[in-house]
């Protein structure tokens, strides 16, 4: 990863830290980051953009997106079930399927803790 992707990804992990609470929408997040990278906010939303597909990519194809101390974005299998429809009442099938799944880093969740 380069310098310039790194100093953006660790904006990312700061921004998400100080939020207090607020949701913060990809429009937020782009501004912020670009007031904390002194990027524009075309760079930043270009970063955000290219970031989530290159994690998507990696997810569709079974691998594991691991950025220490922040977490890890991985890929679960899911057996299939039975459930109840909720509006009839009636017995259904749920099918097994891969769903994305994040689990925070040791420093992620040290900073929420505080």
Not at 89 to 112: H, T
């Amino acid at each position: 990863m380069s310098g310039k992707a790194n100093g953006i990804l660790s904006a990312i992990v700061s921004l998400t830290l100080i939020t207090g609470g607020v949701v913060m929408n990809k429009k937020d997040l782009v501004k912020a980051l670009s007031d904390k990278m002194g990027i524009t906010k075309k760079e930043s939303g270009d970063f955000i953009d290219a970031f989530v597909e290159v994690v998507t990519e990696t997810l569709a194809k079974g691998d594991d997106v691991k950025l220490v101390g922040f977490g890890t974005f991985e890929v679960s299998d899911r057996k299939a079930r039975k459930g109840v429809n909720p509006q009839t009442r009636k017995p259904i099938k749920i099918p097994a399927r891969r769903v994305p799944k994040f689990k925070p880093g040791k420093e992620l969740k040290d900073k929420v803790q505080k």
